[in-house]
Nanobody, 125 residues
């Protein structure tokens, strides 16, 4: 059974930075495209970033492009999300997800097969 565990969330002031990590176990990490999503209260999951199996292809939502960077370390079964210049509207629960079928990247939340439990990010103004 594939498990994903996020960490690195917390409270930060606007303009600050956080680095989220997501460790995967129970599967072959290098066979998954990985993505990061967030969910604000009362809203649906919002796509943030995706990275291909090899890490050579990435895609970003317009809202975070230039501020967030997704990366992965296949030897450590870990995907990261470096978040800079954080804004209050970045507040939410951040989830990592694994897609076992996509070769490159995908923004479609429905294509992801496995999800972590989420980590809270709160950005104060």
């Amino acid at each position: 059974q594939v498990q994903l565990v996020e960490s690195g969330g917390g409270l930060v002031q606007a303009g600050g930075s956080l680095r989220l990590s997501c460790v995967t176990s129970g599967g072959t990490f290098s066979r998954y495209a990985m993505g990061w999503f967030r969910q604000a209260p009362g809203k649906e999951h919002e796509f943030l970033a995706s990275i291909s199996r090899s890490g050579t292809s990435t895609s970003y939502a317009i809202a975070v492009k230039g501020r967030f960077t997704i990366s992965r370390d296949n030897a450590q079964n870990t995907v990261y999300l470096q978040m800079n210049s954080l804004k209050p509207e970045d507040t939410g629960v951040y989830y990592c997800a694994a897609d076992a079928d996509t070769l490159l990247t995908t923004v479609n939340v429905r294509l992801y097969d496995y999800w972590g439990q989420g980590t809270q990010v709160t950005v104060s103004s």
